[in-house]
């Protein structure tokens, strides 16, 4: 039979489960479900499927595993290790589709979602009751609940409230054999079985696809407050983060600069950093506007011991503000500087992060790159991020070869290659390097079991 | 299964139909999404910002051609509302992309039937002024333009006179010739972007000075040819002319009082607004005339108040279905508030809403912002 009839056959079997509407095979529409938000990856699917429930879900999978044709389950596409590319073609399923917030309780403090919610409708879903879904990453206006959870997404707050995982409490999953499942559901205490919900969470989607999501929301904060400092060196401003931690505080935020991203930052927004700074060090506290105003206070003075040129506490939320967008201006202002931006977040003990800035500032002027680095200083999640001229394809190379470096170096520091993004396509080379052979092969036989065609997200983890 | 590589950076050759610096400057982050009104309809990224420019990707390098249905589909299904831009991290300039996408697809057959006829009727000066002629808009045919020069619009001062006769009322210092011509974003916005151009660089010319319109959508592509130092949008431009404070509460006087409403003089007017998708994406001005309401009456931002409306000029005329689509939430949120007033502040949102609370018997009144501050109606 030629390719051709094959994909005929595919399509109208697929139309038969969800609808004929919601079967896309036009090559316009192939092609805008080819990549996601990762620079220089992309596949090819054969079809692009929209279902609405975990039944239908249920019945893509069963045909796709009859098949054996490749399903890769998606949210919004904002990936950043490649993790939803097609890359060996088949079924593009996106999950957008299931997008009702079902219930959020106050009593049992949970929510119950789909997966193809977005994570922001959601936290303002429990805001709206007075309750808080903690985990924020930069996506989160537009990446899916379904999304963070298959890739544990981290975020600004995790040092103090913890990454997607700690939030998970129960999932329904469908099994690439078209079994459905529930892991977990609304309690605290579950300890009945292996505990699958979380192996499902970080998965990346190569084991089940998760249809339904019970995540764990805690009170929200009555109020927050945030300051600066900049500080001669980075090494100063990570002393001062330790001094910090080490006085019993727990900061919601401890976000820094490097020296090139105070420049592109300034450059790009106009808002009056200090450009002759090492290093900008962004910290918030949130709970008891007492508790607040005295952890502020610590954190101004652990600052200034370590030595500080200026420190800054926002005394309104107009400055709270004006000091947060110095952070949330370091992606755009970086990735205007040229056509190509590549987003890394290898990650070190925090005790480690000014060794490691100072490694990749090296690493850039030896491979003549212009690599800016910001990032979590409470959970040394770094973002060294490149940006270079794609049409000068030697800088992509030297790009990749600087990023082999700043890898290697992260292990050797204690580190991983990836502290929030995921393995996907991109990291998968190392994954070997930092797990080791054994912890890879096992890795396999969990996917084996899962998955024993191989159909669901196929080439990445566990392949 | 295939694994067909497809991407811009197999095939470096460029066809020159986009410019280079405008389509390499999308990171693909995909936070462009929730801000589309055609994706929050269909949920399919192929009718997103970011889907949408790699199809500009795929046709710049030759991998989809000209004629490729998706390709030809989406560049219509797209309100060019531009409400991508605010929110893009990379500075993606969205709406110059759509107008070479459409300039490139649209020039000759391909453009659609019914937007052939609009751009025929503005496409000269003469005919601008014709179809004005039966009505009572500010322009005066032998008034030679001032320091600060009223635009009349080409179907404003068809469809909507009294918009420009009361900004006139409002600031008489403003000169209003009726030889002016259309600003040419029909035409830039419908696949002829040079002639776009051309006739904005003609108006300029004959309204020498700064330009004050009343249209959003006029006032993004003027700013856009001849400099945002020339062009000035009249909520802005009143807000910044007029003295502060005291003079404020004379300011739509008999709006207030109910009359013509039929409301109690006592009920502050509850008010919404409909913002005109370029003059807030484009130009960034939409705080002025929220304060200009609220200074009149209640003001009630409704949850969709930035979000397109559908007009999104010659759209509602091209694809009518799409944008009763696009409008209905719009309409749902004006009934739930029980609106007095919705104020526009271009002539495309005028005639959409319109036409939508006349088709849903809704109380509420569609308004300009200049007839809102002259107190009539």
């Known amino acids: 039979m030629t390719a051709t009839a094959t994909s005929t056959l595919l399509q109208r079997a697929l139309e038969e489960v969800v609808g004929r509407e919601h079967v896309r095979t036009d090559e316009g529409a192939l092609l805008t479900f080819s990549t996601d938000a990762t620079p220089l990856e992309h596949g090819h699917p054969d079809a692009v499927v929209f279902p609405a429930s975990a039944e239908e879900v249920a019945g893509v999978l069963r045909l796709a595993n009859e098949r054996r044709v490749p399903v890769v389950p998606r949210g919004s596409g904002t990936n950043l290790s490649a993790g939803t590319v097609p890359q060996l073609g088949g079924i593009v399923l996106v999950l957008t589709r299931m997008n009702q917030v079902k219930e959020v309780s106050s009593a049992d403090l949970v929510a119950v979602c789909e997966p193809g919610v977005r994570t922001l409708e959601l936290a303002q879903a429990a805001a709206a009751v007075g309750l808080l879904y903690p985990p924020d990453p930069g996506s989160q206006s537009t990446a899916t609940i379904g999304g963070n959870v298959a890739e544990c997404a981290g975020g600004l707050r995790a040092l103090k409230y913890g990454v997607t995982r700690d939030y998970v409490l129960g999932v329904q999953a469908v099994l690439p054999t078209g079994e459905i499942i529930r892991s977990g559901g609304r309690l605290v205490k579950d300890v009945a079985g292996y505990d699958l919900r979380r192996l499902l969470c970080g998965s990346e989607g190569t084991l089940a696809v998760m249809t339904e999501l019970t995540l764990r929301l805690v009170p929200a904060p009555e109020a927050s407050g945030y300051g600066m400092a900049y500080f001669p060196d980075l090494a100063d401003a990570a002393r001062a983060v330790s001094r910090v931690l080490a006085s019993g505080i727990l900061p919601v935020t401890l976000e820094f600069l490097d020296r090139v991203c105070i420049g592109a930052v300034e450059d790009y927004a106009h808002i009056g950093l200090d450009t002759s700074a090492g290093a900008l060090l962004i910290f918030g506290q949130d709970g008891n506007p007492a508790v607040i105003e005295r952890d502020l206070e610590r954190m101004a003075q652990a600052s200034t011991t370590e030595g500080a040129t200026s420190v800054r506490i926002a005394e309104s939320p107009e400055a709270a503000n004006e000091i947060l967008q110095a952070r949330r201006a370091a992606l755009p202002a970086l990735s205007r500087l040229e056509p190509l931006t590549l987003l890394e977040d290898a990650t070190v003990p925090r005790s480690r992060i000014a060794e490691m800035v100072d490694f990749i500032q090296e690493v850039a002027e030896r491979h003549q790159l212009k690599i800016g680095t910001f990032g979590h200083a409470g959970d040394g999640n770094l973002h060294p991020t490149a940006v270079l001229d794609a049409a000068d394809e030697g800088a992509v190379d030297r790009a990749h070869a600087a990023f082999n470096e700043i890898f290697t170096r992260a292990l050797e520091l204690d580190g991983t290659i990836t502290g929030e993004h995921g393995i996907g396509i991109s990291k998968l080379r190392f994954l070997e390097q930092q797990l080791g052979a054994d912890h890879v092969a096992l890795l396999r036989r969990i996917k084996a079991a899962f998955d024993p065609n191989g159909i669901l997200n196929p080439g990445k983890l566990g392949s | ?377």
């Open chain 2, 1 to 377: 299964m295939s694994t067909v590589d497809i991407t811009p950076h197999d095939l470096p050759e460029r066809r020159s139909v986009f410019t280079p610096e405008l389509l390499d400057r999308c990171i693909s982050c995909g936070f462009c999404l929730p801000a589309c009104p055609t994706y929050a309809l269909t949920g399919v990224e192929t009718s997103s910002p970011r889907g949408r420019i790699n199809l500009m990707r795929a046709l710049e390098t030759g991998v989809l051609p000209d004629d490729d249905p998706t390709v030809n589909e989406e560049s219509s299904f797209c309100l060019g509302c531009r409400a991508c831009e605010p929110v893009c991290p990379a500075g993606v300039q969205y709406g110059a992309l759509l107008e070479e996408w459409r300039d490139h697809l649209w020039n000759g057959r391909r453009r659609p039937w019914n937007v052939k006829p609009l751009l025929w009727a503005v496409d000269s000066p003469s005919r601008v002024r014709a179809m004005g002629i039966v009505r009572r808009h500010a322009g005066r045919s032998r008034e030679a333009p001032g320091p600060v020069n009223l635009m009349l619009g080409c179907f404003e001062r068809v469809l909507y006179p009294r918009v420009s006769r009361d900004a006139r009322k409002l600031a008489p210092e403003l000169a209003a010739p009726s030889a002016q011509g259309c600003c040419g974003a029909l035409h830039a916005h419908n696949g002829e972007l040079e002639r776009g151009r051309e006739l904005a660089r003609d108006l300029g010319a004959a309204l020498p000075g700064t330009i004050v319109t009343t249209s959003g959508g006029c006032g993004a592509h003027l700013a856009g040819v001849l400099g945002a130092a020339r062009v000035q949008q009249f909520p802005q431009w009143w807000l910044a002319r007029e003295p502060p404070a005291d003079g404020a509460t004379a300011d739509g006087a008999a709006v207030a009082d109910g009359a013509g409403a039929g409301t109690p003089a006592a009920r502050r007017l509850r008010i919404g607004l409909q913002d005109s998708c370029h003059l807030r994406n484009g130009l960034g001005v939409w705080r002025e005339p929220r304060e200009l309401i609220a200074r009149i009456g209640e003001y009630v931002e409704l949850p969709s108040a930035a979000a397109c409306c559908g007009a999104a000029g010659s759209y509602s005329v091209v694809r009518p279905k799409d944008s009763a689509r696009v409008l209905d939430p719009h309409l749902d949120e004006i009934a739930a508030a029980d609106l007095d007033v919705i104020v526009v502040v271009n002539a495309g949102c005028y005639r959409q809403l319109q036409q939508g609370v006349k088709r849903r018997g809704l109380r509420t009144r569609v308004v300009h912002i200049a007839e809102l501050l002259a107190g009539e109606r």
